[in-house]
């Protein structure tokens, strides 16, 4: 199982955008183009939500559809959720993980849309 960090996460104002970054720990280049890899949120009090996916092509949550863009960069070693006209529904911790063989959850970031 490959580990990941998440960072880019902050404060943004209803319409703004943020780019969160997702890094894989120590993993060569042919291992990491072969992950297919999820960006997760999780709003307090809620269950973790699948809101874009990598590997197979790529797939939104309709909530995010229009809105949201995954990548991944295979230089850096990371898959970026490039996240604009954001609103207040979006503010959760997001985390990255494995969709075939997921790991622990790693620390995630937060994403704080007020309203």
């Known amino acids: 199982q490959v580990q990941f960090v998440e960072s880019g996460g902050g404060l943004a104002q209803p319409g703004g955008s943020l780019r969160l970054s997702c890094k894989a720990q120590r993993t060569i280049l042919s291992v990491f183009t072969s992950l297919e890899i999820g960006w997760y949120r999780q709003a307090p009090g809620k269950q973790h939500e699948l809101v874009a996916t990598?590997?197979?092509?790529?797939n939104y949550a309709d909530s995010v559809k229009g809105r949201f863009t995954i990548s991944r960069d295979n230089v850096k070693r990371t898959f970026n959720l490039q996240m604009n006209n954001l609103k207040p529904e979006d503010t959760a911790v997001y985390y990255c993980?494995?969709?075939?063989?997921?790991?622990?959850w790693g620390q995630g970031t937060q994403v704080t849309v007020p309203s």
């Open positions: 990598f590997g197979r092509g790529t």
């Open positions: 993980n494995e969709l075939r063989a997921p790991g622990p």
